[in-house]
C-alpha cells in the first residue's frame, strides 16, 4: 500500500496528465500538501512537471510555475524547498528532457520559451550536456527521435547538435534516422578518439542492424577498438547477432579469435551458425585457439557447443 503522500503526488499526477485543470489548480492550492513541491517525485512515480511537459500541456505547465512564483500559493517552508538551487536546476532539467521525449517541436518551443521567461529560474545550462550513454542517469535525457526537436533543444541548452556523444546514445538506442542526421550534421562516423566510444560497437552490441549498416556505409572502421565494448566483431558475438557479425566480416573486420572474446562469446551464446562462420572466415585455425574454444565450452557446461567442435576439429587445420 503506497503513502498518503503518494497517492496525493499519484492524484495530482493523473490530473496533470489529463490536462484536469480545475483539479490541479485545487491540489495546488492546498496548504496542507503532503508532497515537498510540484516539480518534487517520489520511488514510484514522475514529477508532474516532466508528465505536464512530456504530454504537452502547456496549461497546466503554466499552473505549475505560477504555483512556484505565488506566494499565496506556497507555504513559507514548501516556497523555501521550492527556491533552493537544487529544485530550480531539476526544474529546468526536467523540461528539456520531457520536451526532448514528448518530440514536439512546437510543445518544446513553447515550453522552453515560458521557462526562459521565468525570472524564478535561472540555473546554469552547463549542467544539461548529456554525458555518456551508459549513465543510467542520463541514458535516456536525450532521446528524441525528432531532429528538429534536437536541434532546438541543444541551442537552448548550448550544446553541439552533432556531438559525438549524441551518436553513441542512438546508436544504443537503434534511432537510425537520427544518426543518419548527426553524421550529415558533420558527427564523426568513429566517434571520439580520446576515449574510445565507437558507435559501430555500441550499435552493434545493442544488434541494431540497420544502424550497424548505415555507419558502415558512412565509412565507419570495422576494427576499430571500443574502451568498454571491444571489437565491433566481439560486440556482434556477445549481442548474438549473425547478421552483424557476417556484416562486418564482409566489410574487412579482422580479429585475433585467440585473443580476442569474439569466439568465446559465440560459445558462450551456444551460437552453432556464428562458430562455424567464424572457423570459416579464419581458417585455418591455430591448434590454440581451438584449445580456448573447448575450454570455455567446458567451462560453461555446453554439451552441446563441445560436440560442435569435436565435429568440427578435424576441418580446421
Not at 2 to 29: D, I, R, Y
Not at 71 to 91: K, Q
Not at 249 to 263: F, K, N, V, W
Request: net charge negative.
Amino acid at each position: 500500500m503506497g503513502t498518503k503522500t503518494e497517492a496525493s503526488q499519484g492524484l495530482l499526477v493523473l490530473a496533470v496528465h489529463f490536462n484536469n485543470q480545475s483539479l490541479v489548480k485545487t491540489l495546488l492550492q492546498d496548504h496542507k500538501w503532503p508532497f515537498k513541491y510540484p516539480f518534487g517525485k517520489t520511488d514510484l512515480l514522475p514529477s508532474p512537471w516532466q508528465v505536464a511537459v512530456e504530454a504537452g500541456n502547456l496549461e497546466v505547465v503554466k499552473l505549475l510555475l505560477e504555483a512556484m512564483t505565488d506566494e499565496t500559493v506556497l507555504p513559507p517552508h514548501i516556497r523555501n524547498r521550492a527556491e533552493s538551487p537544487l529544485t530550480r536546476a531539476f526544474t529546468e532539467r526536467c523540461a528539456v528532457h520531457a520536451a526532448a521525449h514528448g518530440g514536439n517541436i512546437d510543445v518544446a518551443q513553447e515550453v522552453l520559451t515560458q521557462l526562459r521567461d521565468c525570472t524564478f529560474i535561472v540555473a546554469p545550462m552547463e549542467t544539461l550536456i548529456p554525458v555518456r550513454y551508459t549513465s543510467e542517469e542520463h541514458k535516456y535525457k536525450f532521446a528524441t527521435r525528432n531532429w528538429e526537436v534536437h536541434k532546438y533543444v541543444c541551442d537552448w541548452v548550448e550544446a553541439t547538435v552533432f556531438d559525438y556523444r549524441f551518436v553513441v546514445l542512438h546508436c544504443w538506442l537503434g534511432n537510425v534516422e537520427m544518426v543518419r542526421n548527426l553524421l550529415d550534421a558533420g558527427a564523426d562516423v568513429d566517434g571520439s578518439v580520446w576515449d574510445k566510444q565507437v558507435p559501430l560497437a555500441v550499435a552493434a552490441r545493442a544488434c541494431h542492424v540497420e544502424v550497424v549498416k548505415l555507419l558502415l556505409e558512412r565509412g565507419a572502421n570495422p576494427s576499430s577498438s571500443e574502451y568498454m565494448l571491444g571489437y565491433p566483431l566481439m560486440a556482434a558475438a556477445a549481442g548474438g547477432s549473425l547478421a552483424i557479425v557476417r556484416m562486418l566480416l564482409d566489410h574487412g573486420a579482422i580479429a585475433d579469435l585467440r585473443e580476442c572474446s569474439t569466439l568465446r562469446y559465440a560459445v558462450k551464446n551456444e551460437h552453432t551458425a556464428m562458430v562455424k562462420l567464424l572457423f570459416e572466415r579464419f581458417a585455418p585455425v591455430e591448434p590454440d585457439t581451438i584449445t580456448m574454444a573447448f575450454q570455455s565450452a567446458r567451462e560453461n557446461g555446453l554439451e552441446s557447443m563441445i560436440d560442435l567442435l569435436r565435429d568440427l576439429e578435424p576441418r580446421l587445420g
